[in-house]
């Protein structure tokens, strides 16, 4: 926190700066028009006694840096073109959330951030750990602190879900992060291989070597976003979201679900921080189409 105190007055400038605890600076600009040195004086003496009396006051103050930020790399226009190459390494994108989803260098499988790790979901449907080398071409991220839960106490398919969800949150122009931990009666969910140059668009991929798994009475989270109108042509406006069981061995991108029972946590994000990566495939790639974009997620 930085606090500046000016008096604005033509003539010579004086600087004095204080340092205290939390490494926080008072600085107070004086600016002398006056010729006596007496009133010199008087003046300095009083501002410096503000300032201290200002320094004593923040130092017992605790400052909370702003989790309600959804960070972003690339944008899913770019990843629909073919911009498959990974820009963002794994260790720098969990500076900037601990829940969401994305994926990894060549699309090579779905990913899963939860609780700080990084999980990658291959074609064979089953979960890997990365390293904080590897990189991501796409993905999204936020610090996750719940500002909502809902209990479902009786079944629900995916609609419903969708449903109940948009019930609760304030309104559809807020970003929101969401974590629905349970029971699944069943859940259908898909991953697609790493792809080699020249990169083909993303819904020829999806419609040609996409790999999708069915499975019952699992226990696991999804986790992804709920997004406004918007944020098209950035990221996947409605919802998205990726799986991962409880034992943290299958996962994938979600089609269909129908949860028995659990818990859907939301978290209100007000920010948006979007890093454009310095790659001549992103800055040539094409505008997405809504149509695909859907064709793509269904």
């Known amino acids: 926190m930085h606090r500046n105190v000016y008096t604005s007055t033509v003539g010579k400038m004086t600087t004095i700066q204080f340092q205290h605890k939390k490494n926080i600076y008072t600085s107070i600009v004086i600016h002398f028009t006056m ?167 993303l819904l020829d991929v999806v419609a040609e070597e996409e790999a999708v798994y069915h499975h019952e009475s699992i226990n696991g989270t999804m986790v992804g976003f709920l997004l406004p109108y918007y944020i098209e042509n950035i990221n996947v406006p409605g919802y998205h979201f990726h799986f991962i069981d409880a034992n943290r061995t299958i996962g994938g991108h979600v089609l269909a679900c129908n949860l028995t029972s659990g818990t859907v946590e939301l978290d209100y994000t007000y920010d948006f921080t979007l890093s454009i990566p310095e790659s001549s495939s992103f800055s040539d790639a094409s505008p997405g189409n809504k149509d695909v974009l859907e064709a793509i997620e269904q």
């Open 35 to 201: 010729v006596n040195n007496v009133w010199r004086i008087a003046l300095l003496s009083i501002l410096l006694f503000l300032a201290l009396s200002g320094c004593t006051a923040t130092t017992d103050e605790t400052y909370v840096s702003n989790n309600d930020v959804l960070f972003q790399t690339s944008t899913i226009d770019s990843l629909i073109a073919g911009s498959y190459d990974g820009t963002m390494q794994v260790c720098d994108l969990k500076e900037q959330g601990d829940v969401g989803l994305g994926t990894f260098d060549r699309l090579n499988g779905e990913m899963i951030v939860m609780d700080g790790e990084v999980y990658q979901a291959k074609s064979d449907g089953h979960i890997y750990q990365v390293n904080d080398t590897t990189t991501t071409p796409f993905a999204a991220v936020t610090f996750f602190e719940a500002d909502d839960i809902i209990i479902i106490g009786s079944g629900a398919d995916y609609a419903s879900l969708q449903s109940i969800i948009k019930e609760t949150v304030p309104g559809p122009n807020l970003m929101y992060a969401l974590k629905i931990e349970g029971t699944f009666e069943n859940i259908s969910i898909r991953s697609v291989p790493a792809q080699s140059k020249p990169y083909r668009p």
